[in-house]
């Protein structure tokens, strides 16, 4: 289940760095703000979809508001994109503070109603795992099916490669680069939503610690392929599943970035990506 | 109030000291660790262990010796830069850009980790404490005059850094780094060995990290994981940014700037009630939001790096293209022929 989640908080990530080539280092505060979203609405109406749209719709405007204020004005400007990577974590700090001063720092508890578990296969789960689970699959088929079956997920595919020669294609690609981020902080901000249910607490901290070992799932995986670098989250989950139930759940951060490590010097080009692509810069 | 500018003076010695560390990794070698303030806080915590003595039950820590205040910095310089070695070693070999970064941030969330959870270390999230006024009886200084003292001591330190990371920045040493940032290939055909350069640099850098770290251990007298977090890097890094990148005086006055004027100015802002932390997240915000603004209108800083030129590139008409700038002549003589690293 916290693979599934994993898989979500990655395939996004790795959306927004196919579109820009910048790794958003203030990718884990769109979970942040899609938590906070989904706890004031449920507050409000009681409504678990509503809450769980207000989270990802708060998560798609902040990645909007991102891209189009902070980061086309530096592409636009021809800044380096080491330099956006470094801006996007001075941004993560803006918004984690930003939500301390609404929120306070404190911890909020976040508990719903997890149902009665049952077993399925060998696995035991509760009725919210399950809905985890099927909506991260129904997420992830419709992400497919839109990079891959629409002229959108064409323009998608062709900015990633080579962004110049699809603008000279007539492609807007900056548009294209927006609605992806839109496309992406939407499922981060569901992320955030689930990930804040299943963990049943948050704070304005806790997307950023997500995000540490989505980073080293999605990078783990290979960036910039939505798809492998959701295989290698999904495989990176379910590892960090094992060693937290044998080992010790506090020391997850540390395998994952454990792992990472060894991928980067056996397979430093990431686990599912074609060998042509060099992570060198 | 003299006293409050004896504490704000030797906290920005010892920033100042940090930032001097990081612009060698990241201004003259232009590699964004994530990692350093793992190396200030190894620092600290091994001063700490090696000089408060043996820990007293519940608490538990490893080491706990009873040695004098300057050698346990040395020693937990020399952890530093041992740690810098092994995360140099991984990730300066084939890492570059973002990839760099990613791994460095994981490395000192290892450490972070480590030291958090595992309380045999550092006694996990209690952190270590006690170290009051180390030298104090050695040089006969009482308690009203130690912080003065601390002052002076933590100030001439940072002089010396600041002396030699000067001269380091003009020495062949710092050129060949600045080479590698600004053409890795070029200056590999020029028979530079690249990662041994960069790692040089690297563990140089963690070591004065780590520097800093000791003399901050002295400054709080205790240390533990809500005091740190590795995030700190940020600020650190807004300030070499704001003075900037590469030049030791810009560094400093960006640690002026940002480490002690942005730092102490918020302070005097009325506190609300019930919200403590909410002049210290406003703070942190101008922080972040300088850091963006900065880096998108003026990334060279208040103070630029001065660029050395080749005089034979300028038209003064006599001198032959290429290569009769003396320094370069003589850095290829003798640049040795090791192989090139990739």
């Given at each position: ?281 | ?51 408060i003595?043996r820990p007293i039950a519940p608490a538990e820590y490893i080491?706990g ?53 595992y309380v045999p270390l550092f006694d996990g999230y209690n952190g270590l404490s006690g ?93 533990n ?118």
């Amino acid at each position: 289940m916290a693979a599934a989640i994993l898989a979500l908080s990655a395939v996004a990530f790795s959306l927004e760095y196919a579109v820009t080539n910048v790794a958003n280092l203030s990718h884990g505060e769109l979970l942040t703000v899609g938590a906070y979203a989904a706890y004031l609405v449920q507050q409000a109406t009681g409504n678990v979809l509503l809450a769980a749209l207000a989270a990802a719709l708060a998560g798609g405007c902040l990645a909007l508001l991102v891209h189009t204020t902070v980061i086309e004005s530096f592409v636009r400007h021809g800044t380096p994109r080491m330099t956006i990577f470094i801006a996007t974590l001075g941004l993560s700090f803006v918004i984690q503070n930003v939500l301390v001063i609404i929120f306070g720092a404190t911890n909020v508890a976040y508990t719903i109603d997890q149902g009665a578990p049952q077993q399925i296969g060998p696995f035991l789960l509760t009725r919210t795992a399950d809905e985890i689970l099927v909506s991260a699959i129904v997420i992830t088929a419709i992400l497919y099916g839109i990079i891959q079956h629409t002229k959108f997920g064409k323009a998608l595919r062709a900015v990633s490669q080579n962004r110049d020669l699809a603008r000279v294609t007539g492609i807007n690609a900056r548009t294209v680069a927006s609605t992806t981020w839109f496309l992406a902080g939407l499922v981060a901000g569901y992320a955030g939503f689930v990930l804040a249910e299943s963990i049943g607490t948050f704070s304005p901290y806790f997307g950023f610690t997500f995000f540490l070992i989505t980073l080293a799932a999605a990078v783990a995986g290979g960036l910039g392929k939505a798809f492998s670098t959701m295989a290698g989250a999904v495989l990176v989950g379910i590892a960090l599943q094992f060693t937290g139930a044998y080992i010790s759940a506090s020391y997850e951060l540390a395998f994952a970035f454990a792992i990472l490590a060894l991928v980067v010097l056996i397979r430093p080009r990431g686990l599912f990506t074609s060998a042509r692509r060099s992570i060198f810069e | 109030m003299s006293q409050y500018l004896t504490s704000v003076l030797t906290e920005g010695s010892i920033f100042a000291i940090m930032a001097l560390g990081l612009n060698i990794i990241w201004g003259w070698s232009g590699d964004f660790d994530l990692a350093f303030y793992g190396y200030v806080a190894l620092g600290a915590y091994m001063t700490l262990v090696l000089t408060i003595g043996r820990p007293i039950a519940p608490a538990e820590y490893i080491l706990g010796l009873q040695l004098p205040y300057p050698i346990a910095v040395l020693a937990g310089v020399a952890a530093s830069a041992l740690m810098g070695l092994i995360v140099g070693l991984i990730a300066l070999r084939h890492l570059r850009g973002i990839y760099f970064s990613i791994v460095t941030l994981g490395a000192v969330y290892v450490v972070y980790v480590m030291a958090g959870q595992y309380v045999p270390l550092f006694d996990g999230y209690n952190g270590l404490s006690g170290l009051f006024d180390p030298m104090a009886s050695t040089f006969g200084i009482n308690y009203n005059n130690y912080q003065y003292f601390l002052l002076g001591f933590c100030f001439a330190i940072f002089l010396i850094i600041f002396v030699l990371t000067e001269r380091l920045s003009r020495s062949r040493f710092g050129l060949a780094l600045r080479s590698l940032r600004d053409d890795e290939r070029a200056s590999a055909a020029f028979g530079r060995d690249i990662y041994r350069l960069k790692l040089r640099g690297y563990v140089l850098g963690a070591a004065i990290g780590g520097l800093g770290g000791g003399l901050f251990a002295a400054y709080l007298s205790a240390f533990n994981p809500s005091a740190w977090s590795p995030i700190e890097t940020i600020v650190i890094y807004a300030s070499i940014l704001v003075g900037g990148k590469g030049n030791g005086k810009g560094v400093v006055l960006g640690v002026f700037l940002i480490s002690v004027l942005l730092q102490e100015s918020t302070r005097f802002l009325p506190q609300i009630p019930n919200q403590p932390e909410l002049v210290l997240a406003l703070r942190e915000v101008i922080i972040g939001a300088v850091l963006v603004l900065f880096l998108r209108f003026r990334p060279q800083g208040i103070l630029p790096e001065r660029r050395r030129v080749d005089p034979d590139r300028g038209d003064d008409g006599g001198g032959r293209p290429g290569a009769t700038n003396p320094r370069l002549v003589d850095d290829l003589a003798s640049s040795g022929s090791e192989p090139i690293a990739g």
